[in-house]
């Protein structure tokens, strides 16, 4: 099956962007990472220019990494679960817009893992030393919490809200998932407090406009409105017992 | 010593975040490379869970028996001490998981829930649905993000080992890395290494290893005089999609549920499996299904469409049972393939899996050269010829606990710091290196690095999988001297300052090379079958001659 793919270039992040199309030939199985693959095996493009490869990021094809995760026909996604007989004879590539850019399809997600070390995204326990089990989970939690645990830091979410922009700050979706996450385990509770700092700062969770696209376009489900909304009311809660205490 | 001991450690899956937390406790500075965040690490694809003997269903379940079916199941090559504690340490280790928050299964009480897994009778598998690796992975992530948050760790996120600095007493002081955006080839030292950089999958082209699962450290530091210890025992799995980027497990649990194996023989379904093992059926071991399935498709060329492929039937079993006992998997293979396995039966093929092989370690996970430390995939001791399933999360984890504690009395014990090294030993490992890459960014030949790449893996999968002849040995190690004289004539494909991963993978492919060189020679002269490891001319285990490690040294 012979398939174009039109891709949004950069050599460099100040590079003013062009097209490149490619034609390819692949088999009916094929996603857009074996086409990536094809073309770097015979980087020359419809018009027969020679080109260096496309740079894009991937690494365990098969979306739990959340590393190749591009702009597919205009939608965020992960390249690797993009198969090419859904998207047709006519595929455009381009990279996350919501991220500086590296080059090609290659973007900084950087911004992620910094907003999950603001929120404290961890579990602060003793050491790693033996201590026995660590404190019991109901079923109840642990189905909620093993939703909010898949989180694979993809950035769609953050691609798709229109509160994320270049004149906000907004700590995205994903990371407020998580900072319920912790908040729901019995040892992750206890700096609560600091993660609804955390979220009442500029750029936290006051940013939401609640466009709800989030929730619609996690690759994972992950109940994201659900979580906002929930940590919504912990920190007002939070701000008006410590109004009242102060 | 007395000042601050600094210490790197290059991978971020569970084996380097494991002894990069453990470091951190012991109060050592840690700089932690990595190619990609590590969240995204190969670990995060481990599916099944995590085994640990705490005997929570009153089975009678030990560490003992944890021990004995890993020795056993490894064809007795693993090192047996070190597998002992790694079993006794394994009910500490899933409760430490659990008090960092790993969502795990539950019982109704609230306890952690196990399951049965392959090759035990015991429900011995901790387990977060069929993401455990992932979940293990990210709460590791999150105490070396707690550790980032404190300044004991520094991350170096997009950056490639591409050498260690040993100095000229023979210890390592450090690594030489490279930023795979900035081009920036840079020295780093320290007071001790270790390396926790996985397997090696991509040297088969595709396999069940993520795309940056190279080996490419290994090759690196095996032409830098480490010992490769037991390159022949590659785990290859018999189910698995046949994709074209890469090759996706389908679960064991598959066939245990009424799953059938086919294909076309004479224009008539054949189950040959079936056929063949009356008693077991589509249930025979891992090893026995991989050769049925590899003899059918390449020794009789019976595969479906002519190709590497044999159907894995469930469209005969009630879909809502499906949907309940498999639906997780079906699922996978819908999503990746674009058909619905209910009702169109699955195509599947074995495929590399895990390599149980790597680089030669002491019980105190240091390899040959001192103060360079191995922990994870990439070292051997562990699985000795085959890796029982659940076997790997934990001993990725184990390892890193015992380099974490060893590299920290390592470094006590040094009276030299990296500071006292001269200064011309870290200009001349970085000079090395950089010469290295400005030969690759020369290069203007005809062979397409990618090309020939896949050309490499087509060759060793065919050849040093499952079935392994003499003959086809030697002649893949012809082919394998050829591929290293073509890779002479390598065309690097950009000429870019930014971002040029072609030219790293040009370095890759290099390490692959001589990597699978490693392996078919190691598999050439092993003359019996053991584990993973079979060959027909020599079907039994011949414990007189090769009970034994195998260990090659580059010259």
Same mark, same amino acid.
Request: charged share 25%; with cysteine; aromatic share 8%.
């Given at each position: 099956?012979?398939?174009?793919?039109?891709?949004?270039?950069?050599?460099?992040?100040?590079?003013?962007?062009?097209?490149?199309?490619?034609?390819?030939?692949?088999?009916?199985?094929?996603?857009?990472?074996?086409?990536?693959?094809?073309?770097?095996?015979?980087?020359?493009?419809?018009?027969?220019?020679?080109?260096?490869?496309?740079?894009?990021?991937?690494?365990?094809?098969?979306?739990?990494?959340?590393?190749?995760?591009?702009?597919?026909?205009?939608?965020?996604?992960?390249?690797?679960?993009? #198969?090419?007989?859904?998207?047709?004879?006519?595929?455009?590539?381009?990279?996350?817009?919501?991220?500086?850019?590296?080059?090609?399809?290659?973007?900084?997600?950087?911004?992620?893992?910094?907003?999950?070390?603001?929120?404290?995204?961890?579990?602060?326990?003793?050491?790693?030393?033996?201590?026995?089990?660590?404190?019991?989970?109901?079923?109840?939690?642990?189905?909620?919490?093993?939703?909010?645990?898949?989180?694979?830091?993809?950035?769609?979410?953050?691609?798709?809200?229109?509160?994320?922009?270049?004149?906000?700050?907004?700590?995205?979706?994903?990371?407020?998932?998580?900072?319920?996450?912790?908040?729901?385990?019995?040892?992750?509770?206890?700096?609560?407090?600091?993660?609804?700092?955390? #979220?009442?700062?500029?750029?936290?969770?006051?940013?939401?406009?609640?466009?709800?696209?989030?929730?619609?376009?996690?690759?994972?489900?992950?109940?994201?409105?659900?979580?906002?909304?929930?940590?919504?009311?912990?920190? #007002?809660?939070?701000?008006?017992?410590?109004? #009242?205490?102060? | 010593?007395?000042?601050?001991?600094?210490?790197?450690?290059?991978?971020?899956?569970?084996?380097?975040?494991?002894?990069?937390?453990?470091?951190?406790?012991?109060?050592?500075?840690?700089?932690?490379?990595?190619?990609?965040?590590?969240?995204?690490?190969?670990?995060?694809?481990?599916?099944?869970?995590?085994?640990?003997?705490?005997?929570?269903?009153?089975?009678?379940?030990?560490?003992?028996?944890?021990?004995?079916?890993?020795?056993?199941?490894?064809?007795?090559?693993?090192?047996?001490?070190?597998?002992?504690?790694?079993?006794?340490?394994?009910?500490?280790?899933?409760?430490?998981?659990?008090?960092?928050?790993?969502?795990?299964?539950?019982?109704?009480?609230?306890?952690?829930?196990?399951?049965?897994?392959?090759?035990?009778?015991?429900?011995?598998?901790?387990?977060?649905?069929?993401?455990?690796?992932?979940?293990?992975?990210?709460?590791?992530?999150?105490?070396?993000?707690?550790?980032?948050?404190?300044?004991?760790?520094?991350?170096?996120?997009?950056?490639?080992?591409?050498?260690?600095?040993?100095?000229?007493?023979?210890?390592?002081?450090?690594?030489?890395?490279?930023?795979?955006?900035?081009?920036?080839?840079?020295?780093?030292?320290?007071?001790?290494?270790?390396?926790?950089?996985?397997?090696?999958?991509?040297?088969?082209?595709?396999?069940?290893?993520?795309?940056?699962?190279?080996?490419?450290?290994?090759?690196?530091?095996?032409?830098?005089?480490?010992?490769?210890?037991?390159?022949?025992?590659?785990?290859?799995?018999?189910?698995?999609?046949?994709?074209?980027?890469?090759?996706?497990?389908?679960?064991?649990?598959?066939?245990?549920?009424?799953?059938?194996?086919?294909?076309?023989?004479?224009?008539?379904?054949?189950?040959?499996?079936?056929?063949?093992?009356?008693?077991?059926?589509?249930?025979?071991?891992?090893?026995?299904?991989?050769?049925?399935?590899?003899?059918?498709?390449?020794?009789?060329?019976?595969?479906?469409?002519?190709?590497?492929?044999?159907?894995?039937?469930?469209?005969?079993?009630?879909?809502?049972?499906?949907?309940?006992?498999?639906?997780?998997?079906?699922?996978?293979?819908?999503?990746?393939?674009?058909?619905?396995?209910?009702?169109?039966?699955?195509?599947?093929?074995?495929?590399?899996?895990?390599?149980?092989?790597?680089?030669?370690?002491?019980?105190?996970?240091?390899?040959?050269?001192?103060?360079?430390?191995?922990?994870?995939?990439?070292?051997?001791?562990?699985?000795?010829?085959?890796?029982?399933?659940?076997?790997?999360?934990?001993?990725?984890?184990?390892?890193?606990?015992?380099?974490?504690?060893?590299?920290?009395?390592?470094?006590?014990?040094?009276?030299?710091?990296?500071?006292?090294?001269?200064?011309?030993?870290?200009?001349?490992?970085?000079?090395?290196?950089?010469?290295?890459?400005?030969?690759?960014?020369?290069?203007?030949?005809?062979?397409?690095?990618?090309?020939?790449?896949?050309?490499?893996?087509?060759?060793?999968?065919?050849?040093?999988?499952?079935?392994?002849?003499?003959?086809?040995?030697?002649?893949?190690?012809?082919?394998?001297?050829?591929?290293?004289?073509?890779?002479?004539?390598?065309?690097?494909?950009?000429?870019?300052?930014?971002?040029?991963?072609?030219?790293?993978?040009?370095?890759?492919?290099?390490?692959?090379?001589?990597?699978?060189?490693?392996?078919?020679?190691?598999?050439?002269?092993?003359?019996?079958?053991?584990?993973?490891?079979?060959?027909?001319?020599?079907?039994?285990?011949?414990?007189?001659?090769?009970?034994?490690?195998?260990?090659?040294?580059?010259?």
């Amino acid at each position: 099956m012979k398939i174009r793919v039109k891709i949004e270039r950069r050599e460099t992040p100040i590079s003013t962007p062009h097209i490149d199309i490619f034609e390819v030939d692949v088999d009916e199985t094929a996603n857009v990472i074996s086409v990536l693959m094809e073309i770097r095996k015979n980087p020359v493009t419809v018009d027969g220019r020679k080109v260096s490869p496309v740079a894009f990021e991937c690494s365990c094809l098969e979306e739990v990494c959340g590393a190749c995760t591009m702009n597919i026909n205009n939608r965020a996604r992960q390249a690797c679960s993009a #198969l090419v007989k859904e998207l047709g004879k006519e595929i455009s590539l381009a990279p996350l817009r919501k991220f500086p850019i590296i080059r090609d399809l290659v973007v900084d997600r950087r911004k992620i893992f910094e907003g999950l070390r603001r929120i404290k995204g961890w579990i602060p326990i003793d050491g790693t030393h033996g201590m026995g089990p660590g404190p019991k989970v109901s079923e109840k939690v642990q189905r909620i919490g093993y939703k909010l645990s898949r989180c694979m830091s993809c950035g769609v979410c953050m691609e798709s809200c229109p509160q994320v922009n270049d004149r906000s700050n907004f700590i995205g979706p994903a990371v407020i998932a998580q900072a319920l996450l912790f908040n729901l385990h019995p040892t992750g509770a206890m700096i609560k407090e600091d993660r609804y700092e955390a #979220l009442m700062e500029e750029g936290g969770i006051g940013e939401c406009g609640n466009a709800q696209n989030c929730v619609k376009s996690c690759p994972k489900q992950l109940p994201l409105t659900y979580s906002i909304g929930k940590l919504n009311r912990d920190t #007002l809660i939070y701000s008006i017992k410590k109004l #009242l205490e102060s | 010593m007395n000042k601050n001991c600094d210490i790197i450690v290059v991978g971020g899956g569970l084996a380097g975040l494991m002894a990069t937390i453990v470091a951190c406790e012991n109060n050592l500075k840690v700089k932690l490379f990595t190619l990609l965040p590590a969240k995204r690490s190969h670990s995060v694809c481990a599916q099944g869970g995590i085994n640990a003997s705490l005997n929570i269903k009153g089975e009678g379940d030990s560490p003992d028996k944890h021990f004995y079916e890993t020795i056993y199941g490894g064809d007795f090559l693993a090192n047996q001490p070190p597998v002992k504690d790694m079993c006794y340490n394994a009910p500490e280790i899933v409760y430490l998981l659990d008090r960092m928050g790993v969502m795990f299964n539950r019982t109704p009480e609230g306890f952690l829930d196990f399951r049965r897994f392959g090759g035990t009778k015991y429900h011995r598998t901790a387990f977060a649905g069929a993401t455990t690796g992932q979940q293990i992975l990210y709460a590791l992530d999150e105490q070396v993000r707690r550790y980032e948050y404190h300044g004991l760790v520094e991350k170096y996120t997009g950056w490639e080992f591409l050498r260690a600095v040993i100095d000229e007493e023979g210890y390592a002081r450090g690594i030489v890395a490279g930023n795979i955006n900035s081009l920036d080839i840079e020295v780093f030292p320290a007071d001790a290494v270790i390396m926790a950089t996985g397997g090696c999958g991509m040297i088969f082209g595709k396999s069940t290893n993520s795309a940056i699962c190279t080996g490419s450290p290994n090759a690196i530091l095996f032409e830098q005089g480490a010992k490769y210890a037991n390159g022949e025992f590659i785990q290859v799995h018999p189910t698995a999609i046949a994709g074209n980027d890469k090759l996706r497990l389908i679960s064991e649990s598959v066939r245990g549920e009424g799953g059938r194996i086919w294909t076309y023989k004479d224009g008539k379904p054949w189950y040959f499996l079936e056929e063949k093992y009356p008693a077991y059926g589509n249930l025979v071991p891992r090893d026995i299904a991989s050769r049925e399935i590899f003899h059918v498709c390449v020794d009789l060329g019976l595969g479906i469409d002519g190709k590497n492929q044999v159907y894995l039937d469930v469209t005969h079993l009630d879909e809502d049972f499906l949907e309940y006992k498999l639906g997780g998997v079906l699922e996978i293979y819908e999503k990746f393939m674009g058909e619905n396995p209910k009702k169109v039966p699955m195509r599947v093929f074995p495929a590399v899996h895990y390599t149980m092989g790597g680089l030669w370690v002491d019980y105190n996970q240091m390899t040959n050269i001192k103060g360079l430390f191995a922990a994870g995939e990439c070292e051997y001791q562990y699985h000795g010829a085959n890796r029982l399933g659940a076997n790997s999360l934990l001993s990725c984890i184990h390892g890193g606990m015992v380099a974490g504690k060893k590299v920290f009395e390592y470094a006590k014990s040094l009276t030299k710091c990296s500071d006292d090294v001269p200064s011309k030993v870290y200009e001349q490992h970085k000079q090395t290196v950089v010469a290295k890459f400005e030969q690759y960014k020369k290069m203007e030949g005809k062979e397409n690095p990618y090309k020939l790449h896949q050309e490499l893996g087509e060759t060793m999968t065919e050849n040093v999988t499952v079935v392994r002849h003499n003959k086809k040995l030697l002649q893949t190690l012809d082919k394998l001297k050829e591929f290293r004289e073509r890779f002479k004539n390598i065309d690097v494909l950009d000429r870019s300052g930014n971002a040029n991963y072609s030219l790293f993978f040009v370095n890759q492919l290099r390490g692959m090379i001589e990597l699978a060189m490693v392996i078919t020679k190691g598999a050439l002269l092993r003359d019996e079958s053991r584990g993973s490891h079979y060959k027909p001319e020599f079907p039994k285990r011949d414990d007189e001659r090769f009970l034994k490690t195998t260990i090659a040294t580059y010259q």
